[in-house]
């Protein structure tokens, strides 16, 4: 299209920033994803909470949920204006997240991670990857309090 037409392309305010690395799907992995994670905010000078334990989270249920023998995860991080995009792949598109809700959940040891993603994310999903893989996602803001633009009403 010609740019008359469509008019001038939109312009961020700010840097597109991004970091993305495999990791090997073991606790030592998921480790290594919250450390990694961490240092790479301490870096770009944006605060380390709630985003490290959304990373922990989402590492392990890859580590624990998405493990293949022989296939890594990917942790990719993503800051796009005053928004922080998480990302975690594994190897096992065929089993989808689903946070765990019910009282004989609340007896059980595990299960009830994507509950705590879901009150620290601003938004958080699932979306298939090329098979076998899948992606699940968290969005935080990133402004002083760690709120941003998607960060609802308090």
Not at 2 to 16: C, T
Not at 31 to 57: C, D, K, M, N
Not at 59 to 80: E, P, Q
Request: aromatic share 4%.
């Amino acid at each position: 299209m010609n740019e008359e037409s469509q008019g001038p392309a939109p312009r961020l305010v700010g840097p597109v920033r991004n970091f993305s690395l495999q990791l090997s799907p073991t606790p030592r992995g998921a480790r290594l994803a919250r450390l990694l994670a961490t240092e790479q905010l301490r870096t770009w000078g944006l605060p380390s909470h709630p985003a490290e334990l959304i990373v922990a989270e989402l590492a392990t249920n890859a580590v624990a949920h998405g493990r293949v023998f022989g296939r890594d995860f990917r942790l990719s991080l993503y800051v796009i204006g005053d928004t922080l995009r998480i990302e975690v792949t594994d190897t096992r598109g065929d089993r989808l997240p689903c946070p765990q809700r019910s009282a004989t959940d609340a007896e059980s040891e595990s299960g009830r991670g994507l509950l705590l993603v879901e009150a620290l994310a601003d938004r958080w999903g699932v979306v298939p990857d090329p098979p076998p893989c899948k992606t699940v996602w968290a969005e935080v803001g990133t402004g002083p309090s760690g709120t941003g633009p998607l960060a609802p009403p308090r």
